[in-house]
């Protein structure tokens, strides 16, 4: 089905948050502020590589008006954080690593003021020459920046099956090709920041931007020296994530800073502080050697990849752990040999960014794929349909994963697309001079959902009748502007007919949420999903037991329906337009907001038997918060990061190239995606969108360029992310919803999977437009320009 509004009927739904934010009146976490607060800033090392020898803050401290200064002795717990390995300094003690480590910070009564103190902190450095690449990080007589060598390595991983060098001697044809990827950023609009708040019970509250509010709360408590419970941490709305707000970045500070003023504490990052301090996507080397049969079919895949994970970890690992599984496609190869390397160095820090690494390695392993058909003289299509996986193959890593008919789906509907059959007319439009060119690419993609086999991800929920007489669902998502709450709302007014008005939805709060684990790896709406589905069993066994109790009517005659419960036949027939039936006894007439137990009619009709604020009076408010805890399905099998659950897209583009300037500009695109059924076609088609843009930007124009491990690109005046300007006019979304019978998964999440595949149909796109063959991303324009002394057709002339 073609994702839009005219075929989504009454599944499109009004996002509830959508009138405050276009509006402006919906307070992010940044905009908050309370009375008597201060305004924290943290100073960051000039130099990416120095021994610090002193540091002196009494000039500071003695500043009016100047509330706090901190360093490394001020932090009372542990000075480290990072999720999965906590390698990152609050604040440097002896060595700084990159240009946004931070070295101490203030708290004083105006921003301007807490600027002037962070320049009156004299640190003396001895500045030490930075490894400004892999390479160099890689160099035998590299110095260490890390104790937990040996060298630099972060992580390693490894795929062998087969014996690839056999089969290489055996291939008809074998391509050769090394994949450059860029240092994308995040440009979130709203950066890193919060208010920290000291509460007069002791505890701390902490209102900032992150993807998992329960791992904050964990980490300020090891930083502060704390019990977890000390702490609140609430967590949305955020102005913007795809990954980037994961790790801490403002908190640790701000936390420690409000501690020791017993004030409230706002941190926000400028936008230059977010380019120097913040996660930027891995940049990937991937050289890749592929061969295949004479008939066409892969027999060999040697993969080596790079990542420069920077200073820190971060996640650095899983990232690499993902890229390596995806590096091979949703193709069936029988000898596989994928060696992988993350490195540190003392660039800026890479971490968590939507498609997780999937979005390198699939650039890559389509690339090859291109070359190969083109090597066979066949097309490009046909040739991915001669090599994908069968239905009940096993996944990439030899891993059982769950059995969809996903792949072959989107091969199909791209197939039979308009937009992939331009291909073979590409240059059809009429009246194009000849220094533009056009091209139509495709790629197709299985990405893994969750966080994989061995990695704690749990999930979970509360479904609860509130005191206001109120379905109440809360869950440790957070909203980061992907229509978490809109995807909620539906599933809950699907589940129990009711109406949005009777559903009060809870999320990113530690105090009033149960833990569901991270808002990450396109997991949200799936587990969510699960936990309803689990839910709902009590709850309304609950709920139509008591109304059954005061109405006198048996219970299996009841559902939940507006307002409260009704009768199920008079509940069908208002959904259906019918008459109903005269109740069978004759009760006063329903008030909603009265808590008695009421039959009647409204407007003429059948009405709520029991309102849910009546129910909510039967027992014990605790007999009514139902919760449920599992865990994120993985594969049943030993293999370490592995995914079980997948979701399959292919994407066409067409896409235009001016030879004189080099600029590339894509035209239309075409998505398909398979990721079960379509809960919130508003909110799909939103994330589809969103990652083709995001993906656009990674293809042709972003890139965080770093010289010297210094950040050349400082500022988004020069870091250039899609506008309006050049966004492709048409894209259009196809969903493909099909389950296999009996799946109890569900909806799929589709958070990352529309960024994962286009920038390989650009590029093929562009090859057929110029002959070009692209392998490294951003596309630079000089490769793509031709010489000004282009022959001309006659009679053309260049007006």
């Known amino acids: 089905m073609l994702i839009h509004r005219e075929n989504s009927g009454k599944r499109w739904h009004l996002r509830p948050d959508g009138a405050g934010k276009v509006t402006g009146q919906l307070q992010y976490l940044t905009d908050m502020s309370l009375p008597d607060m201060v305004y924290g800033r943290v100073l960051r090392s000039p130099y990416p590589y120095a021994r610090i020898l002193s540091i002196h803050t009494e000039e500071a401290e ?6 706090a200064v901190l ?57 030490l020459v930075p490894l400004d690449s892999t390479d160099a990080a890689l160099a035998p007589e590299a110095p260490e920046l890390h104790e937990h060598g040996p060298g630099n390595v972060l992580h390693r991983t490894e795929i062998k099956r087969g014996n690839v060098e056999e089969a290489f001697a055996a291939c008809e044809h074998v391509v050769t090709e090394t994949y450059y990827t860029p240092r994308q950023m995040h440009a979130y609009m709203e950066t890193e920041g919060g208010l920290f708040v000291p509460e007069r ?19 300020l408590a090891r930083i502060i020296g704390c019990s977890e419970e000390d702490i609140r ?10 990954g980037g707000k994961d790790e801490l970045n403002v908190q640790p500070y701000g936390a420690l800073l409000a501690l020791r003023c017993g004030r409230p504490v706002k941190m926000h990052n400028s ?18 050697q592929t061969g295949i049969s004479p008939e066409g079919m892969i027999l060999a895949h040697k993969v080596r990849i790079t990542a420069d994970t920077g200073a820190y970890a971060t996640l650095g690992a899983p990232v690499l752990n993902f890229a390596t599984e995806h590096c091979l496609g949703p193709y069936a190869i029988p000898n596989v040999d994928v060696e992988g390397v993350s490195v540190y160095t003392n660039n800026g820090v890479s971490g968590e960014f939507r498609g997780f690494g999937g979005n390198q390695a699939i650039f890559a392993m389509e690339g090859q794929m291109d070359r190969l058909a083109a090597i066979m003289n066949m097309d490009p299509w046909e040739f991915r349909r001669r090599n994908l996986r069968a239905k009940t193959d096993p996944g990439p890593l030899n891993q059982r994963i769950l059995v969809t008919d996903g792949l072959a789906q989107v091969w199909e509907a791209m197939d039979r697309s308009e937009l992939w059959q331009k291909r073979l007319r590409p240059q059809a439009a009429a009246n194009l001079p000849p220094w533009i060119k056009r091209g139509v690419g495709a790629a197709i993609a299985m990405h893994g959902a969750g966080l994989g086999y061995g990695i704690p991800d749990p999930a979970g929920g509360r479904l609860s009748l509130n005191a206001s007489g109120r379905i109440e669902a809360a869950f440790g998502y957070e909203e980061f502007g992907q229509g978490l709450v809109a995807t909620l709302e539906i599933m809950l007014c699907d589940l129990f007919q009711c109406s949005r008005s009777d559903l009060s939805i809870i999320i990113g709060d530690t105090d009033k949420v149960p833990h569901s684990g991270s808002s990450t790896a396109s997991r949200s709406t799936t587990m969510a999903w699960m936990a309803l589905q689990r839910l709902q069993v009590p709850f309304r066994a609950r709920v139509l037991e008591a109304a059954s109790g005061l109405s006198g009517i048996p219970k299996d005659e009841l559902a939940t329906g507006p307002g409260g419960v009704w009768r199920a036949k008079d509940l069908a027939c208002m959904e259906d337009g019918s008459e109903a039936e005269k109740p069978e006894t004759e009760f006063p007439e329903i008030t909603r907001n009265e808590d008695k137990v009421r039959v009647g009619t409204r407007s003429g009709g059948p009405a709520a038997i029991v309102s849910y604020q009546a129910l909510v009076q039967q027992g014990e408010p605790e007999d009514w918060v139902f919760d449920t805890h599992f865990e994120y399905p993985t594969t049943p099998d030993n293999v370490v990061g592995g995914h079980y659950l997948y979701t399959y897209a292919a994407v066409a583009a067409e896409v235009e190239v001016n030879t004189l300037t080099g600029e590339a500009r894509l ?12 809960i919130n076609p508003m909110g799909f088609l939103g994330q589809i969108e969103g990652g083709s843009v995001m993906a656009l930007g990674f293809t ?29 006019a048409s894209l259009e979304v196809e969903a493909i919803e099909d389950l296999p019978e009996g799946d109890p998964y569900g909806p799929r999440g589709i958070g990352e999977i529309g960024s994962v595949a286009l920038a390989p149909a650009i590029t093929a796109a562009i090859h057929q437009a110029t002959g070009e063959w692209l392998t490294r991303l951003p596309v630079s324009r000089e490769q793509l320009m031709r010489p000004l002394d282009v022959p001309l057709e006659e009679g053309v002339s260049h007006g």
């Open 62 to 67: 003695s500043m009016e008006g100047v509330h």
């Open 71 to 127: 360093t490394a002795k001020d932090v009372p717990g542990l000075n480290r954080f990072g999720i999965a390995t906590p390698d990152q300094p609050v604040f440097c003690e002896d060595v700084v690593r990159y240009v946004g480590d931070a070295v101490a910070a203030v708290a004083a009564d105006t921003p301007e003021r807490a600027a002037l103190a962070l320049e009156a902190i004299r640190v003396s450095y001895e500045e």
């Open 201 to 219: 019970d002791g505890r701390l509250h902490v209102y900032a931007a992150t993807q998992h509010g329960y791992k904050d709360r964990m980490q």
């Open 233 to 242: 941490v609430v967590s949305s709305p955020i102005g913007g994530s795809f």
């Open 271 to 288: 936008r230059k502080e977010s380019v120097r301090a913040g996660l930027k996507r891995h940049p990937m080397k991937i050289e890749m």
């Open 667 to 678: 035209l239309d695109t075409r998505h398909v995606v398979a990721a079960g059924p379509v």
């Open 700 to 728: 042709l124009t972003e890139d965080a360029v770093m010289k010297d491990s210094r950040y050349v690109t400082t500022n988004l005046d020069t870091y250039l992310i899609p506008t309006i300007r050049d966004i492709h």
